[in-house]
């Protein structure tokens, strides 16, 4: 009995060490992108349009001079990627999303998409961000 609960202890002290010093970021932003073919080229995506699949999606942390945190997202057959960073120390940050343009495309909507994230306070509303391609002629 007193075996186990040594090793409790020293897990579960472990993991608080771990989780309140920083080595773990303890704070995450979710969000997520969609490409697409953009046929009548207002930027808007309409419903008739077709998806845009393996376009990579990078996102930046411009505030801390951080560039392509974490992995770069590719988007699936539906045109759709889900967006994933995890921000040490729960820090406010300056996210900016960018999407890889893809041969034979330019944008019909913004090139970067700013993202400002303050966990004390609260996310943007905004948790969708759409990359319109048109093709380049």
């Not at 996102?59 to 990627?81: E, F, K, S, Y």
Request: overall charge negative.
């Amino acid at each position: 009995m007193i075996s186990i609960s040594t090793i409790a202890l020293i897990f579960f002290s472990t993991l608080h060490y771990i989780l309140g010093a920083g080595g773990i970021a303890n704070c995450a932003w979710h969000s997520s992108a969609k490409a697409w073919i953009d046929s009548n080229q207002d930027g808007v995506f309409n419903n008739n349009e077709s998806p845009l699949n393996n376009v990579a999606i990078h996102i930046d942390d411009v505030q801390n001079h951080l560039v392509d945190i974490g992995w770069p997202a590719i988007t699936d057959r539906h045109g759709d990627v889900q967006l994933h960073v995890s921000i040490p120390d729960c820090s406010n940050s300056v996210l900016e999303i960018y999407a890889d343009l893809p041969l034979g495309f330019r944008l019909t909507t913004r090139p970067r998409i700013e993202v400002n994230q303050d966990f004390w306070g609260g996310p943007d509303t905004e948790t969708n961000y759409y990359f319109g391609f048109t093709a380049d002629k």
